[in-house]
């Protein structure tokens, strides 16, 4: 069975920096593109940062690049995000999901496996 846990999270102030990891099992880790989405309160999941599976590309959101980094360990199933110079705007629950190398283009989720998310919240 396919299962995330997402951990990291936690309260900053404006410009600082959280790392969040993504913990995946129940499927072959090394053969999926990896994606973090974010769920601010009253909107939509949206992606923000995916990693390929065959050559490691990255991919970001627009408000995302130059500030976040998203990374892999296929021998420890983890994903990460590197969040810098965060913004108020970026408090949201951040959850992560699998998925082919489209889920990087298109930012679609493919399937309705998610975590529990972890809280992020900036502010002053």
């Known amino acids: 069975q396919v299962h995330f846990v997402e951990s990291g999270g936690g309260l900053v102030q404006p410009g600082g920096s959280l790392r969040l990891s993504c913990q995946a099992s129940?499927?072959?880790?090394?053969?999926?593109?990896i994606a973090w989405f974010r769920q601010a309160p009253g909107k939509e999941r949206v992606g923000v940062a995916c990693?390929?599976?065959?050559?490691?590309?990255?991919y970001y959101e627009h408000s995302a690049k130059h500030r976040f980094a998203i990374s892999r360990d296929d021998a420890k199933k983890t994903a990460y995000l590197q969040m810098d110079n965060l913004r108020v705007v970026d408090t949201a629950v951040y959850y992560c999901?699998?998925?082919?190398?489209?889920?990087?283009?298109?930012?679609?989720?493919?399937?309705?496996?998610w975590g529990q998310g972890t809280q992020v919240t900036v502010s002053s």
């Open positions: 999901t699998a998925g082919d190398w489209a889920l990087c283009i298109d930012w679609k989720p493919q399937n309705d496996n």
């Open positions: 129940g499927f072959t880790f090394e053969n999926y593109a």
């Open positions: 990693t390929t599976a065959e050559d490691g590309k990255t």
